[in-house]
């Protein structure tokens, strides 16, 4: 597989459940993010990882907790979440150092919470 | 308080014309501008970028104008074909250790007519 790869594609949840978001990339980064985009909202930054460093939390809930074991994988758990955080959450990774502005998405997840 | 305007939500035009996407910033720390396009189901794809250096980036039919003083910024599509039909971002970073942290345009959907 090439590119950053997300899992799963699409995601219902009730708001007492727990759910994981998963993030590859496979491009040999050292940068991953975690974006959201909700309906008619442009995309937002949420989280930045370099070199597993969480560098970067952009003011977002603490029902939203992200993990990053290593410089390949990304995690966003999720917990007790709200009918408003359902949106679409995009994963990226970069080159820092590099041309480390240009991010490459992932195909994101389709969150909805009921 | 939104820093990256696309204040044209949608934009139609006849497939070998030019298509022109504008972008509007407020903040003057942004330092490099770049432009991604998303099909449905899919994460954006970068398409080119320019730094605050430089006015204009050409990248075969797609060429990125910066007019620093007016904070504004276009993609120009010459000539449009179909394909190009898609949501087109606009994007800006402060650069220095905001690498990766992107602010957002909400988006201009464009459909070329063949």
């Known amino acids: 597989e090439t590119g950053v790869t997300q899992t799963p594609r699409h995601l219902v949840m009730g708001m007492t459940n727990k759910k994981s978001l998963k993030c590859e990339q496979h491009l040999g980064h050292n940068a991953m993010y975690w974006y959201k985009q909700s309906a008619k909202k442009p995309l937002e930054l949420m989280f930045v990882y370099n070199f597993k460093e969480q560098t970067e939390n952009n003011s977002v809930p603490s029902r939203f907790s992200p993990e990053c074991p290593n410089s390949s994988h990304l995690f966003l758990h999720l917990h007790t979440l709200q009918p408003e955080d359902s949106a679409l959450y995009l994963c990226a990774s970069s080159q820092e150092g590099g041309e480390g502005e240009k991010l490459f998405f992932g195909s994101g997840t389709q969150l909805s919470v009921l | 308080d939104q820093q990256v305007k696309q204040n044209s939500p949608s934009l139609s035009v006849q497939e070998g014309r030019i298509s022109i996407l504008n972008c509007d910033y407020t903040n003057s720390m942004f330092d490099y501008f770049l432009w991604y396009k998303k099909y449905p189901a899919e994460g954006p794809t970068f398409l080119i970028s320019?730094?605050?250096?430089?006015d204009k980036n050409e990248d075969g039919r797609f060429t990125v104008f910066l007019n620093k003083s007016a904070k504004h910024l276009s993609l120009h599509i010459v000539p449009s074909q179909p394909g190009d039909s898609a949501v087109y971002f606009c994007a800006a970073s402060a650069g220095g250790t905001s690498y990766g942290k992107l602010t957002f345009g909400q988006g201009t959907i464009l459909t070329v007519h063949p």
């Open positions: 320019i730094s605050s250096i430089k």
